[in-house]
């Protein structure tokens, strides 16, 4: 059936999102904050699902209107073709939330909704009660401005959850934004990678998939996966697909480095479970003592931030010796995403471009120093 789809997304990554979907496949993609809307049928949902980096969830738009009452709402959400998406026996609880709007009560638009999607399935299925034992379908009804947005999510645990983070260090980066970081940086396998402050791993991780072409979630299940109108030989399809698109070729030189022995240890592990454990080289390894014998390459990192008050004086010093490597290594590109106010000041100069990306829900910088371009390779 043809679907209204909607990918949301982190402030700041929306482009992104948009260019993972034009080469899925999706060209007629709408960019607003926080969300990318396009076309597609229920092989959109499972391939958006199994192949987005960026992306937060997918979600199913079952319609959009004006409402500044809660009679409106009720009405207007009630004809809605709720029918055509929910079975008998879906779960549908309904979340929401309220961005300028006359109706700013979010607890009370929820309930409006639910009332009203249950009277819309009545009339439909000719039954007074819903036993809501079946496939989970968890409603949306998002406010900005008067304007309702109905939708319904396909993912179920937000795309961030590609299943190999058994364990993490803490304040760990999200997946989708590791991915970014790694897409912002232009990395393809045959160039030098490495993060300093690797952590449990991820940024190097998210590498890994990207040269290896693994989509993110292959290894994990998603809500729609359950829907009766998805068939699970779709499902097979699509992963089916994935699986041979991987490319078994090592990249060059993937390494991550940290000073914990036990986060390194973390690293390792999620890197076994996400299949690439054999492309990255994790090493217990001060920031001041990194040094490489390559030539050029690309340093992407996500180093402390210093946010807890006593951790400043610590982190001005390992912001300085992020700089002496950047001095031994001056034919590298760096890519840095922090909160640190002082970095360019640090480094002795302003970035090539910067970025405002948000981790969580901390304002961060992406700094990135483009090194020389190395010379072509003779064919």
């Not at 390494?255 to 890197?271: F, M, P, S, V, Y």
């Not at 909160?339 to 640090?346: C, G, M, Q």
């Amino acid at each position: 059936m043809s679907l209204e789809l909607i990918a949301s997304a982190t402030f700041g990554l929306e482009s992104l999102v948009a260019d993972e979907l034009r080469k899925l496949g999706y060209e007629d993609t709408k960019v607003e904050n926080g969300k990318i809307s396009f076309s597609g049928d229920e092989l959109a949902i499972c391939r958006t699902n199994l192949w987005l980096r960026t992306a937060a969830r997918v979600r199913v738009k079952v319609g959009e209107f004006t409402a500044e009452t809660f009679d409106e709402l009720f009405e207007k959400t009630k004809a809605l073709p709720w029918s055509r998406f929910i079975p008998k026996n879906a779960e549908f609880p309904v979340e929401g939330r309220s961005v300028q709007s006359t109706l700013f009560s979010v607890s009370d638009c929820q309930a409006i909704v639910k009332k009203a999607v249950v009277e819309s399935l009545k009339q439909e299925y000719r039954l007074e009660w819903f036993p809501e034992d079946g496939p989970l379908m968890k409603i949306e009804v998002a406010l900005l401005k008067d304007v309702a947005t109905l939708t319904i999510d396909t993912t179920g645990p937000g795309l961030h959850q590609r299943g190999y983070r058994a364990l993490a260090t803490g304040a760990p980066l999200q997946e989708t934004l590791a991915a970014a970081l790694v897409t912002l940086a232009r990395y393809y396998p045959d160039i030098p990678f490495m993060d300093p402050f690797c952590g449990s791993g991820t940024i190097p991780i998210e590498a890994a998939l990207t040269a290896h072409n693994i989509a993110p979630g292959l290894r994990r299940s998603f809500a729609s996966e359950k829907w009766p109108w998805i068939s699970p030989e779709l499902w097979q399809r699509v992963r089916e697909e994935a699986q041979d698109l991987i490319k078994p070729e090592k990249p060059d030189y993937l390494i991550g480095t940290d000073i914990d022995e036990r986060a390194l240890k973390i690293a390792r592990h999620n890197a076994e479970l996400a299949g690439v454990a054999d492309s990255i080289h994790f090493q217990r390894l001060e920031v001041k003592d990194v040094t490489t014998s390559k030539k050029y390459g690309k340093l992407v990192t996500n180093p402390p931030y210093g946010e807890r008050l006593g951790e400043k004086s610590e982190v001005h010093q390992l912001y300085r010796e992020l700089a002496e490597v950047k001095k031994r290594l001056d034919t590298w590109s760096f890519y840095i995403l922090t909160s640190y106010p002082h970095l360019e000041k640090v480094f002795g100069g302003r970035a090539t471009k910067r970025r405002k990306l948000y981790n969580g829900n901390l304002e961060t910088q992406y700094y990135q120093y483009y090194g020389p371009r190395p010379p072509r390779r003779q064919s």
